[in-house]
């Protein structure tokens, strides 16, 4: 049982792990290759489709060499979902385009609470005192080290409230679908991805030349261009499967809460690499904001033993023999892969 948990512990770990270090990689990468300093390629809903072309494929190549295995989701469950995706990838899009980037950062801000409103509406669920707490001084934190100047508009307004909502009801809809139909991370990746690819590099092209005013048939590409689009494809392959993996695993209220540390590290690795202004005011927001990402995570933890307490003791009110049976029939049923589909003899 311990080692259960340890093991627990790691896969945990390495999921957030792989999804801060692939998060933070991919917009370092996007940066050097979206910036007018670097490759100005300014197609970034078109880049999107190339990031699930190449997870569509990594899926299918998984599915037909064994390593995953496919299972039933109806159609029309994977195309809301990818509707819902699609149109968190165009609200934030056309979000940043429209607004301010303070509002931009406010709107991103936002998504906690309304994943928090969202859960309790969807699915009744309750957060503690001490929760709900720690997810105000990250919010604070985060917008001390973000939110400059805030300007409305209310085009901008109703794209960032598109935005909030779809993406908050995308990454909902992503622990639910892997509960509903017992389906694994990455399993149900690989069948929204298709969908996902087709849908935005079809589109991408006529989002993209409405927001920069550019055609993606008249950008010169170049080696260093190409390089920089084959590293971002790489890297938003383990975005979207430690996306998947974590939400999964933990909530898409914990995924949004701990994700602003991709935030905090952005912002230092932009002073460090790229000579982007680090003030006083940004240090004080990353320091409250990684406080708060402490305190949710002991709050967390404390939430769950305190469930723990007040569920009954089943083992208390079995037998031997009933024990005795469970553990046989254990033992005989073959163990799932839970990530991987796979049954291991």
């Given at each position: 049982m311990e080692n259960e948990k340890k093991a627990s512990a790691i896969s945990d770990v390495g999921a957030w792990a792989m999804n801060v270090v692939s998060s933070v990689g991919i917009i370092m990468a996007n940066k050097q290759l979206m910036s007018n300093h670097g490759y100005a390629f300014s197609f970034a809903t078109t880049l999107t489709g190339f990031h699930f072309a190449v997870t569509a494929i990594v899926g299918l190549v998984s599915n037909a060499t064994g390593y995953s295995a496919a299972k039933h989701v109806p159609l029309w469950e994977l195309l809301w979902f990818s509707v819902v995706a699609n149109m968190s990838i165009t609200g934030m899009n056309f979000s940043l385009m429209l607004n301010s980037v303070g509002f931009y950062q406010i709107?991103?801000?936002?998504?906690?609470?309304?994943?928090?409103?969202?859960?309790?509406?969807?699915?009744?669920?309750?957060?503690?005192?001490?929760?709900?707490?720690?997810?105000m001084v990250v919010v604070i934190g985060v917008g001390v080290c973000t939110v400059t100047d805030v300007k409305v508009n209310l085009k901008g307004f109703v794209c960032a409230c598109l935005a909030v909502l779809s993406t908050s009801l995308q990454q909902i809809s992503i622990g639910s679908l892997q509960k509903k139909y017992s389906i694994?991370?990455?399993?149900?990746?690989?069948?929204?991805?298709?969908?996902?690819?087709?849908?935005?590099?079809?589109?991408?092209?006529?989002?993209?030349?409405?927001?920069?005013d550019k055609l993606i048939t008249e950008y010169n590409i170049s080696t260093g261009a190409t390089l920089f689009i084959v590293l971002s494809c790489s890297l938003a392959v383990f975005c979207n499967v430690s996306q998947y993996l974590c939400i999964g695993r933990f909530s898409a209220v914990s995924f949004q809460v701990l994700g602003h540390m991709k935030t905090v590290c952005v912002l230092t690795l932009g002073w460090l690499l790229f000579d982007s202004e680090l003030t006083f005011k940004n240090i004080m927001g990353m320091i409250i904001a990684v406080v708060g990402m402490v305190i949710y995570s002991w709050a967390v933890e404390v939430e769950k033993q305190s469930s723990a307490k007040n569920l009954p003791h089943s083992k208390n009110s079995l037998t031997e023999e009933e024990i005795r049976l469970l553990k046989e029939g254990?033992?005989?049923?073959?163990?799932?892969d839970v990530e991987l589909g796979e049954a291991k003899g």
């Open positions: 709107s991103k801000l936002s998504m906690i609470p309304v994943v928090c409103v969202m859960e309790w509406i969807l699915h009744s669920k309750h957060y503690s005192r001490e929760v709900k707490m720690s997810v694994g991370s990455f399993e149900l990746l690989s069948k929204t991805a298709p969908i996902q690819a087709l849908s935005l590099l079809i589109l991408g092209p006529f989002i993209d030349y409405y927001l920069s254990v033992e005989n049923i073959p163990l799932k």
